[in-house]
């Protein structure tokens, strides 16, 4: 058998391809898309913008991004079918195996669900971001019994996803809460989500089967998964004076701290602590269970810093969002699909960019099994 490779277990520090839509400097607490800073972008910013930075690789003038809002506004609707569709999912299943469903059955209705073309992958990836919040929220509201509310125009991409979730146009906090959230989860260079989008597109596949593959990795709990299992984290603790305890008792089983640790981050997240901010707005203007909840996240970030920045792990982007997200009342099984809602953007980017310039990406595994054994008939086993 040849000499044994160099193995590269969960492909770290493996790069596949050059690309100018997203950097992270990993030691640095530093992220960028397109060369523009996260924290730049999420002050500065709104998410239609920071979307068209990214599928077009610039900041758009104020002509352009008028037109790429008004076509996001165009493409809100979702067929009638697809909710019908949303009334035959079992009402158990997970929201985000409820959007794997939807979206697969979307490009089944997109006539031009083949075309490969740089003008077909940007309409339809403009076409899918402008629908996510219109899915997401239909689903929701279909499962809890609740009418369907159609998307309103005046509203913006992401205050119109509150008002569909919840029926009611949105304070101007939610609504910019909201919006900074999508900026931040948007993109991510080549995760575990992003690179299944490539993996099926490098195919020349089609692009609704390459993001379902997306929402597919990006449902686990070592991923994206990680937003709801933080939050249920902070509700199994209980209370701030449990936290010691409970510190204690996981570390001594080896169980690894919800939102925390990441591939690439060695240092502080850089979106955790956007998020950390209007945490702490929401927590200074709700109190209550939401204020019991930020003091249990806050000691325990507390704890994971004096104890584990020795092997890198702080929190990541996961470990605030969920407060930001509990303090707008939404269900806890949202929370990766709202992770999805933005980071489709961030797929498509990736999409584009990588078959436009396409190798198949095929790896290799080295075999450790036996050879040429004989064939043994069934009966004689
Ligand atoms: N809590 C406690 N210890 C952790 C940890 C966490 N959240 N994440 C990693 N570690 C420890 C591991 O136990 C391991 O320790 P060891 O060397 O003593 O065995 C070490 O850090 C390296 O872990 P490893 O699994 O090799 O890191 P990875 O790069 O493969 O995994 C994650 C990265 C994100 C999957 C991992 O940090 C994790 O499971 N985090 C929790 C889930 C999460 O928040 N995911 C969202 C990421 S945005």
Redesign the pocket.
């Known amino acids: 058998m040849s000499q044994k490779p160099a193995i590269y277990k ?1 492909l ?1 520090n493996i790069y596949i391809d050059e690309s100018s839509i997203c950097f992270i400097d990993g030691f640095k607490s530093k992220l960028y898309y397109r060369g523009y800073s996260i924290e730049d972008l999420a002050a500065n910013s709104t998410f239609e913008e920071t979307a068209y930075l990214l599928l077009y690789g610039r900041l758009p003038k104020r002509e352009e991004l008028e037109e790429f809002k008004g076509l996001l506004r165009e493409n809100r609707e979702i067929p009638n079918e697809v909710i019908e569709l949303m009334r035959k999912i079992p009402r158990d299943v997970h929201p985000m195996e409820a959007l794997r469903t939807i979206v697969s059955y979307l490009g089944n209705l997109d006539p031009a669900r083949s075309d490969l073309s740089l003008d077909g992958m940007h309409r339809k990836s403009i076409a899918l971001t402008a629908k996510m919040p219109t899915i997401i929220s239909a689903y929701h509201r279909i499962r809890t019994g609740l009418d369907v509310i159609d998307p309103d125009p005046r509203l913006d991409h992401s205050a119109n996803f509150l008002y569909m979730l919840h029926g009611e146009k949105p304070p101007e906090l939610w609504a910019r809460a909201m919006d900074v959230s999508n900026i931040l989860y948007a993109e ?1 260079e080549m ?1 575990a989500s992003a690179f299944a989008t490539v993996v099926v597109a490098s195919t020349l596949s089609d692009y609704y089967s390459a993001i379902v593959a997306g929402i597919g990795a990006l449902r686990g ?7 709801e ?2 939050m249920k984290q902070f509700i199994e603790i209980g209370s701030p004076d449990r936290v010691d305890d409970w510190f204690k008792s ?2 001594a089983q ?12 060695k240092s502080y ?1 850089p979106r955790a602590k956007i998020f950390k901010e209007y945490a702490e707005n929401f927590v200074k203007i709700y109190g209550g269970e939401l204020k019991n909840i930020y003091e249990i996240a806050e000691k325990l970030e507390k704890l ?1 810093i004096e104890n ?1 920045a020795d ?3 702080f929190p ?4 605030w969002s969920g407060i930001v997200y509990y303090g707008m009342g939404i269900p806890i099984d949202l929370y990766t699909p709202l992770f999805a809602l933005s980071r489709v953007v961030g797929w498509s980017a990736h999409i584009i960019e990588y078959v436009r310039d396409n190798r198949i990406l095929r790896p290799r595994l080295y075999y450790t099994g036996e050879l040429d054994k004989r064939y043994i008939p069934i009966d004689q086993r």
């Open positions: 969960g770290e991510h995760n709990p070592l991923h994206g998964g990680a937003n299992e933080a996981a570390i080896k169980r690894r701290i919800a939102g925390c640790g990441h591939r690439v981050y997240d994971v584990l092997k890198n792990i990541n982007v996961d470990y």
